[in-house]
């Protein structure tokens, strides 16, 4: 089996894992990822656009957060599906480690693997959590779990453990704090930066116009 042919059976195995998933992380989103990370490794040096292609298109096969935070799933079903494929055990080693690595997960999360092509992924799928894609995800998952959309009185936490990051329930425009305004500075790529401050701009735009009329300021 070639190259072409596993990324092919990649896509249609993620379309069918995911059919039915949670708007902000369903297939939509691993192909916006998908997208942008080929297009980001394309402009970067040493890069394996193989394992780009299969780590994007697996990413967020077991997102965590929706499996009772267990962030064993999803590396054990891509390495499950990628021995099927026959691919190669170093890739499939490759790509689980990028898998266990690429979520944000709270500021003080420190990375237990680092290569080229994360950085290229991470980039692509911290691309995808802001500007207006990134608006439009975080208050659908917002209302998925039920959150208030804003309380003053809620303020954010900037300096929650992995654990406390993953148990909030905070409102949704706190995260816009605790993660997407952030996510500018952390970006890994020259690429992925330009592409980070235009989005970065347009969500502090919109938190802008989102307080004058909260307000009630015409």
Same mark, same amino acid.
């Given at each position: 089996m070639n190259r072409i042919e596993i990324i092919e059976n990649t896509i249609l195995f993620v379309q069918k894992t995911l059919k039915g998933a949670e708007g902000g992380h369903d297939f939509f989103h691993v192909e916006r990822v998908y997208r942008n990370a080929i297009n980001i490794a394309k402009e970067e040096? &040493?890069?394996?656009?193989?394992?780009?292609?299969?780590?994007?298109?697996?990413?967020?096969?077991a997102d965590s957060k929706f499996y009772n935070g267990d962030e064993s799933v999803g590396p054990r079903m891509a390495k499950e599906f990628l021995e099927s494929q026959s691919v190669n055990a170093k890739t499939i080693d490759h790509v689980e &480690?990028?898998?266990?690595?690429?979520?944000y997960k709270g500021g003080n999360f420190e990375k237990e693997f680092s290569s080229p092509e994360l950085d290229v992924i991470q980039d692509a799928d911290r691309l995808d959590a802001i500007g207006a894609i990134g608006i439009a995800r975080c208050f659908n998952y917002g209302g998925y779990k039920n959150r208030a959309i804003y309380d003053p009185n809620i303020l954010p936490n900037l300096n929650m453990t992995k654990e406390e990051y993953k148990k909030?329930?905070?409102?949704t425009i706190n995260h816009f704090y605790e993660k997407l305004l952030l996510l500018k500075d952390l970006m890994n790529t020259d690429a992925g930066k330009k592409i980070a401050q235009k989005?970065?701009?347009f969500m502090e735009k919109y938190l802008e116009e989102f307080y004058k009329e909260w307000e009630g300021i015409l």
């Open positions: 040096a &040493n890069v394996d656009e193989f394992v780009v292609a299969l780590g994007a298109l697996l990413h967020d096969i &480690n990028i898998i266990k690595n690429i979520s909030s329930t905070a409102p989005r970065h701009d």
